[in-house]
């Protein structure tokens, strides 16, 4: 497993692994076989699986979650692949209604080990409907678990240990960076709902999942070069949210940066940003600031870069809260 | 077995145009029935049946303890005992009848009304009611009796159903699943998605719609303008429509069904034509939308009124049985009754015991957060 792997390979990776060690491990999805996805997460897979474990559906997302429930109830694990982002939405009913509380209206009787992998989040220049960002909609909702890996070592432990959990795992695959390469090492490091400090620093902590960690990163050097420290935090998880290792940041550097591509408005960073007030209120030196999407439907590509979070605006907002 | 009734139909109206006149709720085009509501045995070409006297009595018991149960929730609600209630009278036979075709193996997604089939699960009556009074969401072991939590949400549970089923052909076993739904729900996505799942993958799953004529107000008609086994062939299955009201038409159509998905010969559509005589729940009110005269014309179908006349002119039961079932029916009437009224609340923190399987810190610490507050009060248990 060692070595270089694009985020999309340390997947496709972690998919056969799961693959090979549980027979009951059954993947679903639309054009999943012999096209391996339309991102090629899957590519490979029903040829050395076959296609009754790597199953081409019907063109229906409702149908496919909802099936999988029934293969679940059944004794498998079905990991679903949802096309894009955009697309989730008839499932909705099939996530949150079903899905998620199946556990608890049978008293803990059943299980519900199903992973919905959706490809999230823009800046590709896709179309309409491509490029969105949903968690807060599925971390509101008890009984999901909801995650996003930033890296390829992440992408691919955290997929085999969402797959290996008993509970309903929404997992968040950064579109835009499938093809980022890095080290993918022969153990998950931790456990799947610790968040990681990535860069440590003494000034203000950027906070930040998925495909913002690389920003917030960038953001941090570049901040560097003016002497100014930052520390980024890669959640890595968002329902539950790793807490304690937050809290911790904030509490050091007396500042806290949320950056996500969602809109702002009731988005994880809301939830953040009340609880660390809540928690670090005498240690903070600046409110906690947001950085974001606006409360706008995701725009044309050819505005996206506007929409979506950047150096620039990650650095800005660091300017205000040193400010204070 | 419905092209007959299909062709006939299509004849008076143009191609692909159907006839309103004879579309929906209003056409009862060729139903498999075996027992007239006169009480008389008929035979069907397509569907046979050899019920001995004793089977016949046993439904016989069924219908009428299903019945009593459901009159005893009714009242119950009336009482302040639940907080509402989804009665079946008038579709004791569609229940039954499919309820009692299944095998041991086999596996039933009910909707939330399907107090019979779970009887012929023998699911516990009480367990139904948890829900229904606010003690619980569900309740019960779907796999301990192969009977699956009740869905509110309409039509979702087809897709479990298919999805299962999907999984007892990877498993190589012969065992079918069974989805109910309703008349109402055939216009969900979710049904025409498991539709599509089941034909495409050749599952094992039999979809048993109950056309009680109403899907709370609106009638058949304003769900489809054929009639709904119609639909199945549209998705590459047969589809039959069977007397909802003679258990034994029910029986035999389900079992034929049944064994026609265990044997790898894909999905079945039945639909069960028959009516809903009270109210869709007892927050309902039907005087509203329909007319007394058309839930008069379907007393005259009743599915127990029926099987008794047939027992009584076969002479296949005497007196001494039929008091028997009523004494049983008074008994099981205090049970639920008792049972009700002693089941306990759950403790609060039931809400925080299920949310989800593993571990989650959020869910630990407002537990402890709801524990430290409830401990603050005098006596220490908030009240």
Not at chain 1, 111 to 116: E, G, H, L, S
Not at chain 2, 120 to 133: E, K, Q
Not at chain 2, 293 to 304: C, F, G, M, V
Request: aromatic share 8%; charged share 25%; net charge negative.
């Amino acid at each position: 497993m060692a070595g270089q792997l694009s985020i999309a390979k340390a997947l496709n990776e972690a998919l056969r692994k799961s693959l090979e060690s549980d027979p009951k491990t059954v993947l679903m999805g639309e054009d999943i076989g012999k096209l391996g996805g339309v991102f090629r997460i899957t590519d490979g897979l029903q040829k050395d699986f076959g296609d009754d474990r790597v199953i081409d559906t019907p063109l229906a997302e409702s149908g496919i979650v909802g099936t999988a429930i029934g293969l679940a109830l059944r004794g498998y694990r079905p990991v679903v692949e949802i096309q894009f982002d955009g697309f989730v939405y008839p499932a909705f009913d099939q996530i949150v209604s079903q899905l998620a509380k199946m556990h608890a209206r049978a008293l803990g009787h059943v299980k519900m080990p199903i992973t919905v992998r959706i490809p999230f989040g823009g800046g590709i220049g896709a179309v309409e409907h491509h490029s969105e960002s949903h968690e807060a909609y599925f971390a509101h909702t008890a009984g999901l678990r909801v995650v996003s890996p930033s890296n390829a070592h992440d992408a691919h432990w955290m997929l085999r240990q969402a797959i290996e959990s008993d509970d309903p795992v929404v997992f968040l695959e950064p579109k835009r960076r499938y093809w980022d390469k890095g080290e993918v090492g022969e153990d998950p490091m931790l456990p799947l709902h610790s968040a990681r400090i990535v860069r440590p620093g003494t000034d203000a902590t950027l906070i930040a999942y998925g495909p913002m960690v690389k920003v917030c990163q960038e953001a941090a050097q570049a901040a560097e070069e003016d002497g100014r420290r930052l520390e980024v935090v890669d959640l890595r998880s968002l329902s539950p949210v790793d807490f304690a290792t937050v809290e911790e940041s904030v509490k050091r550097t007396g500042r806290g940066i949320v950056v996500h591509e969602a809109p702002v408005f009731l988005g994880l960073g809301a939830e953040l940003a009340a609880r660390l007030t809540e928690r670090c209120f005498y240690h903070l030196e600046a409110p906690i600031l947001r950085v974001g999407g606006y409360h706008a439907p995701y725009p044309p590509s050819r505005v996206e870069e506007t929409y979506l979070p950047d150096l620039d605006r990650v650095l800005d907002a660091v300017d205000r809260a040193l400010a204070f | 077995m419905t092209v007959k009734s299909t062709s006939r139909a299509r004849k008076k109206a143009a191609p692909g145009v159907p006839d309103p006149a004879r579309a929906g709720s209003t056409a009862e085009p060729e139903l498999v029935q075996l027992l007239t509501p006169e009480g008389d045995r008929v035979e069907h070409p397509e569907f046979p049946l050899t019920v001995t006297p004793e089977e016949l009595r046993s439904l016989y018991r069924d219908l009428v303890l299903v019945r009593r149960f459901d009159a005893e929730a009714t009242s119950l609600q009336r009482q302040g005992e639940l907080g509402l209630w989804a009665s079946l009278l008038g579709q004791e036979a569609a229940q039954v009848g499919s309820g009692r075709a299944m095998r041991t193996g086999d596996y039933a997604f009910p909707t939330y009304r399907e107090h019979g089939v779970a009887w012929c699960r023998d699911v516990d009556p009480l367990n139904l009611l948890g829900m229904f009074r606010g003690v619980n969401n569900g309740g019960w072991d779907p796999n301990e009796k192969n009977f699956h939590l009740y869905t509110i949400v309409i039509g979702a549970q087809t897709l479990h159903a298919t999805g299962y089923a999907m999984g007892i052909t990877k498993d190589g076993a012969d065992d079918a699943v069974i989805a109910y739904f309703g008349d109402g729900a055939s216009s969900q996505g979710d049904v025409n998605e498991a539709f599509t799942f089941a034909s495409v993958y050749n599952s094992p799953v039999v979809f048993f719609c109950q056309n009680n004529q109403w899907a709370i107000s609106e009638p058949t008609t304003v769900q489809t303008r054929i009639p709904l086994y119609r639909r199945a062939s549209g998705f590459g299955f047969p589809g039959v429509r069977v007397d909802g009201n003679d258990v034994l038409a029910v029986l035999a159509v389900t079992r034929w069904a049944l064994d026609h998905a265990r044997t790898g010969q894909g999905p079945v559509l039945v639909e069960a034509f028959t009516y809903r005589m009270g109210a869709h729940t007892t927050s309902d009110d039907p005087t509203r939308y329909r007319q007394s005269e058309e839930t008069e014309s379907w007393k005259a179908k009743d599915p127990i009124l029926r099987l008794k006349a047939h027992l009584e002119k076969e002479g296949l039961a005497d007196e001494a049985f039929f008091t028997g079932i009523e004494a049983e029916s008074e008994q099981l009437g205090l049970r639920v009754r008792e049972g009700v009224r002693s089941m306990p609340d759950p403790d609060p923190t039931l809400i925080f015991d299920h949310a989800y399987s593993e571990p989650h810190p959020l869910v630990d610490e407002e537990r402890a957060e709801y524990e430290a507050y409830a401990a603050s009060f005098e006596g220490g248990e908030h009240h």
